[in-house]
Nanobody
Framework: VQLQASGGGLVQAGGSLRLSCAAS????????MGWFRQAPGKEREFVAA????????YYADSVKGRFTLARDNAKNTVYLQMNSLKPEDTAVYYC???????????????????WGQGTQVTVSS
């Protein structure tokens, strides 16, 4: 599975961005797609995940109510709509794919098998 992330950029606080992650290859094997982020000097942290079959979504508390994750299975693409952005949302955002069936998508980066290249999101105050 190959993942291509896009959509990052520079935005003022309170603004919005939409990230996309397009999957190719053995996409039928993907159970869930997730987004993680890593700010300078910090560990990679979970942002959101979506179960590919049902569209069930899961969010980190820090983004709940501001970010929305959706998928388009026909295009093998997931979209992370980020609203009300804050300076603390500044990070490199990575999309990832998990090919193992679980009760619900994992928030642990080690559970994901494939990773995209990352896209920079910078929120200015």
């Amino acid at each position: 599975v190959q993942l291509q992330a896009s959509g990052g950029g520079l935005v003022q606080a309170g603004g919005s961005l939409r990230l996309s992650c397009a999957a190719s290859g053995r996409t039928f094997s993907v159970y869930a797609m997730g987004w993680f982020r890593q700010a300078p000097g910090k560990e990679r942290e979970f942002v959101a995940a979506i179960r590919r079959s049902t569209g069930d979504t899961y969010y980190a508390d820090s983004v709940k109510g501001r970010f929305t994750l959706a998928r388009d299975n026909a295009k093998n693409t997931v979209y992370l709509q980020m609203n009300s952005l804050k300076p603390e949302d500044t990070a490199v955002y990575y999309c990832a794919a998990d090919t193992k069936w679980r009760g619900q998508p994992s928030g642990a980066s080690l559970d994901y098998d494939y990773w995209g290249q990352g896209t920079q999101v910078t929120v200015s105050s």
